[in-house]
């Protein structure tokens, strides 16, 4: 299957800093990845599209200054957490859509994670 | 109404069991349908695309329901290993952007 990878895997960063985590789809070219972040027991919950040459759509209630998001090119997404506080703790998760097969148009492949600690 | 719903559960089940969870869509124009597996604090994983022909792979066999709107997942023969969150994912006629279900979560007990 398709690999995306993510880095860094866990990272604690004291409040007011900024983070950034990698996206890679190592195998096949993304146009299209999208930025998740998930709290314990919880759904996952979509924070943005991000599209390879354009500005990135966020999901209602993610502030985009906050969360910045650059897609250079077809295999890289980035997302930078900019001053951090311990709100921002969570699971940040990337997936890649990739061309399926038959009915399936698109397959997502996911990232391994992120778990990013705000103290 | 959501747009995908599947019950939490958590379904609970011995070792060999046969299980088999329901996922509901509200968008007829929903074109592609998957399911994937979450184990805890990981990242969910691809199990199987679902066609309209239904899918099947080893123990897991997948079937699409248009007509009411729903897809399902069976599980024959249940293993230890099989205990994970099952997310349901549909992507909607003219949209790549997939939608998930809450997830359903299932304990194979020995």
């Known amino acids: 299957g398709a690999v995306v990878s993510q880095h860094p895997s866990r990272v604690i960063c004291k409040s007011g800093t900024s983070v950034k985590i990698e996206c890679r789809s190592l195998?096949?070219?993304?146009?299209?990845m999208f930025w998740y972040r998930q709290f314990p027991k919880k759904s996952l919950m979509l924070m943005a599209t991000?599209?390879?040459?354009?500005?990135?759509?966020?999901e209602q209630g993610v502030e985009k200054d906050k969360f910045l998001i650059n897609h250079a090119s077809l295999t890289l997404s980035t997302l930078t957490v900019t001053s951090a506080h311990p709100e921002d703790s969570s699971f940040y998760i990337c997936?890649?859509?990739?061309f399926g097969r038959g009915e399936a148009f698109y397959e997502q492949y996911f990232g391994p994670g992120t778990r990013l600690t705000v103290t | 109404r959501k747009e995908v719903e599947q019950d939490p559960g958590p379904f609970n089940v011995p070792e060999g069991a046969t299980v088999a969870f329901n996922c509901t869509y509200s968008n007829s124009a929903s074109q592609s349908f998957f399911w994937y597996r979450q184990d805890c604090r990981k990242e969910p994983k691809l199990l199987m695309s679902?066609?309209?022909s239904g899918n099947e792979d080893g123990r897991f066999t997948a079937q699409l329901n248009r007509a009411s709107q729903y897809i399902s997942l069976l599980i024959r023969d249940s293993k230890l290993s099989d205990s994970a969150t099952y997310l349901c994912?549909?992507?909607?006629?003219?949209?790549?952007?997939?939608?998930f279900g809450r997830g359903t979560s299932l304990i194979v007990h020995p």
């Open positions: 994912v549909v992507n909607s006629g003219g949209s790549y952007i997939p939608t």
């Open positions: 991000s599209n390879e040459g354009s500005k990135a759509t966020y």
């Open positions: 195998d096949f070219q993304a146009t299209t």
């Open positions: 997936s890649a859509n990739r």
């Open positions: 679902v066609y309209s």
